[in-house]
């Protein structure tokens, strides 16, 4: 039926296939984030071993605290859940000792801070308006300008232009009649 699902026995496929779906991961985590406004926190480690952390609306100790308050009959057990809980504890503790987003050794904790990115994204929506507003005054018909002011900065802008195309023009004339002199020259010798 489907395909069978078997570790990856060459190194180099198997970090391509992690990177990947790593990538893959982390945004189907974030969408579930966005979109549904939940806590989510995913921990795992590349082949190599590097440590990957992703949290949102929360900071992963938050969240397994959380899960692991949560009464027995409302969540699947672990095998020794007194060891879950002491290393929640220890996870809290350490948090509040060090900063959660800095690197430690080899380890890379990723932290998406959905709210910047959110800010982000409507910095370059901003942007993008006041660029297409730009681009609307030379891509709108003369039929649709509104008001005599309009019409007056539209043709000192269409005049300057005009200026500038008459030089061009006459710097290349300049040159084309230079380039035939020079042929006219060596044609002569």
Known sequence: MGRQMKKIEDKQQRNIAFAKRKNGLLKKAYELYALCDVHV??????PSGKL?????????????HKYVSLPTYMRQRF?????????????????MRTNSRESRGDAVRYQIQPKAIEDEIEKYKAELAEVDRKLD???KSPNKWDSLAELQSRMEKIGTAKVKVQSRKRELLSQNQSANASLENSSVE
């Open 79 to 95: 095998k020794d859940e007194t060891i879950v809980k002491a290393l929640v504890d220890q996870m809290l503790q350490d948090s």
């Open 41 to 46: 926190a995913l921990i795992f480690f590349s």
């Open 137 to 139: 005054c030379y891509l």
């Open 52 to 64: 990957f952390v992703f949290n949102a609306k929360g900071s992963v100790e938050e969240i397994i």
